[in-house]
């Protein structure tokens, strides 16, 4: 065959359908004489697509009076708003009420300060007292104060160890334990060094006042050195007028500077003293926080909340307690668990550190005797399913509960409101057996206290001074209430409020410019 023959049967073989181009109905040329596989697109002719203006039509317009003209006017427009908006922020600035400045606070003004006088009562020891640390944290208290837990026999100056724990409460090693937890948990740990605790006169008389303040000079050193934040002592009014008090003042609170982040506390204790002799102890011995048993001693709302009304202004140096300065618990003077409610929130509300024993967060009954009540652990135990269950055994274990989260409720409401931390307060009523107080800072949340406990429903009329310069609504909402007549949320008139016997409210009203 020749050449030309060949290349005639390549064309031939080239001009075949390829097998995969045949038409999938295998009978033939597709429809319109397409092939298989193919797709038409129509393109229109007269589509134009928009490209802009060129360089050389932009610098030609750019150019002209209407567009320089226009330039200017939205040049104006901007600054002038600018300038509008800046002057707007100016005023608003000028005339908004300018922010009263926070009163210096130190961590005994932030919240309630608890109290473990025996340690073994407690928990079993210091051991426990650190192993209940997370219990006391959920309390949302800002400071712990330990003791006495030195070593001495009542009445005996020769048996005093200062710097010794005594065999039943622990060992210093357990003591410096309970210290390091609670720091990590930011609370604060005060020792007391009342010397003799357990006799007639908390410093063996006034004939060895030199000697037994040395000593504890020297043990609140040596305690302060190993990371203590503060010391107390009971019978100030006598420790302060020893010759040797300003020793014990320099040992605890020397070498202050405003850089310090925290400061060492010196607390001391006064009972049986009025109002104006707490003032001058206030005044005259330095210490940083006085603890008085006012609130205990007096009975009648009338006097007590006069003595508020005098302490008010010094209410950072103030520590109030109902059985605080005695170590007991606040149940061996309100007897019920109403009464406790009605004290829990009048000392979380007062102006001042509320100051609580062990125990007082439950309605702890109070100890037989010189004996210390043993604290309760097992409020959180429910009783076993199909277990016999003692229900008056099972009602106080769940008003237990409910005392303790009332107490927290407050404990936290307290440490968020400045009003109720350190606001300015004034009295709004007061009878024999009730009182009424207002707390108010700058353009905080307003708080009104209103307590009753005495047997029969108590009407106040609430309201200011005519010299008070305040805003006064004429009704407030209810923000935590006892009384099942007061519900949480609603609105009550403050010129008519009824509180029932027993019973205590705490009332809410926003400020207004």
């Not at 400071?143 to 070593?151: M, T």
């Not at 200062?162 to 309970?178: D, F, I, K, M, W």
Request: glycine letters at 10%.
């Amino acid at each position: 065959m020749n050449k030309d023959a060949e290349i005639d049967m390549k064309d031939v073989e080239l001009n075949e359908l390829d097998p995969e181009k045949q038409p999938m109905t295998g009978d033939g040329q597709a429809p319109s004489g397409e092939k298989n596989g193919s797709v038409k697109v129509k393109v229109p002719e007269d589509e134009v697509s928009f490209t802009g203006l060129s360089k050389e039509e932009l610098m030609q317009v750019a150019g002209t009076p209407g567009w320089v003209r226009t330039r200017w006017v939205l040049l104006i427009l901007f600054w002038l708003g600018w300038v509008g908006m800046l002057a707007g922020a100016i005023v608003i600035i000028v005339q908004a009420p300018r922010c009263k400045p926070i009163p210096e606070m130190n961590w005994w003004n932030e919240g309630p300060l608890y109290q473990i006088s025996d340690a073994e009562a407690f928990a079993g020891g210091l051991e426990g007292v650190e192993n209940k640390l997370d219990s006391i944290n959920q309390l949302k208290v800002k400071g712990l104060v330990l003791g006495p837990l030195h070593s001495v026999q009542a009445d005996r100056l020769s048996t005093l160890n200062l710097l010794e724990v005594t065999p039943n409460q622990g060992s210093q090693e357990a003591l410096l334990g309970v210290l390091k937890k609670a720091h990590k948990k930011g609370i604060s740990v005060v020792l007391d060094l009342t010397p003799n605790y357990l006799g007639a006169d908390p410093w063996f008389g006034a004939g060895t006042s030199g000697e037994v303040m040395e000593k504890v000079k020297a043990a609140a050193e040596r305690w302060l050195d190993l990371g203590f934040d503060g010391i107390k002592i009971s019978d100030l009014g006598a420790a302060s007028g020893f010759v040797d008090w300003s020793l014990l003042q320099a040992a605890v609170q020397g070498n202050r500077t405003e850089d310090d982040e925290k400061k060492r506390a010196l607390m001391g204790v006064v009972e049986n003293v009025s109002a104006p002799e707490v003032l001058e102890l206030v005044n005259t011995t330095g210490v940083d926080l006085v603890l008085s048993d006012l609130l205990s001693s007096k009975s009648g709302g009338v006097e007590r909340i006069r003595d508020m009304d005098a302490l008010s202004a010094e209410q950072r140096s103030l520590g109030w307690g109902l059985g605080a300065t005695q170590r007991d618990q606040l149940s061996k003077q309100a007897a019920t668990a109403a009464l406790i409610r009605l004290y829990q929130l009048l000392l979380f509300t007062m102006p001042g550190t509320p100051v609580f024993s062990y125990g007082d967060e439950i309605g702890l009954p109070a100890g037989q005797g010189p004996d210390s009540p043993k604290m309760l652990w097992d409020l959180d135990q429910e009783p076993a399913e199909g277990a016999v269950v003692d229900e008056a055994v099972e009602a106080q274990r769940q008003e237990r509960q409910s005392l303790r989260a009332w107490f927290i409720s407050l404990s936290d409401l307290r440490g968020k409101e400045r009003s109720l931390l350190h606001g300015n307060y004034h009295p709004l009523h007061s009878s024999s057996s009730s009182l009424a107080f207002l707390r108010v800072w700058d353009q905080s949340e307003r708080y009104i206290t209103a307590v009753n406990w005495g047997a029969a429903p108590e009407t106040m009329a609430l309201k200011l001074a005519p010299t008070e310069e305040l805003e006064w609504p004429t009704v407030a909402k209810v923000k935590m209430s006892t009384d099942d007549e007061l519900s949480e949320d609603t609105l009550v008139e403050l010129g008519k409020l009824t509180v029932g016997p027993g019973h205590a409210v705490l009332l809410q009203f926003s400020y207004k410019a």
